[in-house]
């Protein structure tokens, strides 16, 4: 690779600070012109600083649920019991938070949905499977847009690793209890 000198230090002194500049998203003030260099890979280095910021200078962008088909599918509950309720694509159950409502979210944070994903939509009007009987209708907020059953805002609990399973049913968190959802959009008992 053949480095190319720049013809002085006050060049080399505007690259270093165009280059903190782009990296850092802030305009600096004048470059100074006190700076020397000894050869031309200072000017290389300033050339590489300025290419594109690294992953750490980047917000972390937060996963994007993925859009589904909600149906009716049968789940072992954490007593034991077995249900037909609200399933996702996966065959993954389908919850809401008691007292959580589009009027009055209560899961709509990090600290909720990192636990508890909305359960999403690429259209206005999301499809579902036979059997679901509830009114499923979109909530757009935050980016978002969330599928509802009855004005509940719905979501999958991340530690449901397999489908059939609904081991959030019943855990009390955010202000309410999470249940698992019947194919009608009550709270399964």
């Known amino acids: 690779m053949r480095t190319r000198r720049l ?7 505007a690259a270093v600070a ?15 012109s006190g700076s020397t260099a000894s050869s031309g890979s200072t000017a290389s ?11 750490t200078d980047s ?6 649920p993925v859009p589904t088909v909600l149906t ?8 034991g019991g077995k249900k037909s309720v609200l399933v996702n694509d996966k065959g993954r159950a389908v919850y809401l938070l008691t007292g959580d409502t589009t009027g ?12 508890w994903a909305p359960v999403t939509s690429s259209t206005a009007t999301p499809k579902t499977g036979s059997g679901v009987t509830g009114k499923v209708a979109v909530w757009h907020h935050d980016g978002i847009d969330q599928q509802t059953i009855d004005g509940h805002p719905l979501y999958t609990f991340g530690g449901d690793k397999s489908d059939g399973t609904a081991r959030g049913h019943g855990l009390s968190s955010f202000g309410g209890t999470w249940k698992a959802v019947t194919a009608s959009g ?4």
């Open 59 to 64: 917000p972390t962008a937060a996963a994007k």
């Open 72 to 79: 009716v599918g049968t789940v072992t509950l954490t007593s």
């Open 186 to 189: 009550e709270a399964v008992k």
């Open 18 to 32: 165009l280059a903190t500049a782009a990296c850092s998203g802030q305009a600096t003030g004048t470059a100074s």
């Open 45 to 55: 280095a300033a050339a590489t600083a300025s290419a594109e910021p690294s992953a």
């Open 104 to 115: 009055k979210p209560r899961c709509v944070k990090d600290g909720c949905t990192s636990f």
């Open 7 to 13: 013809p002085g230090p006050v060049c080399i002194a």
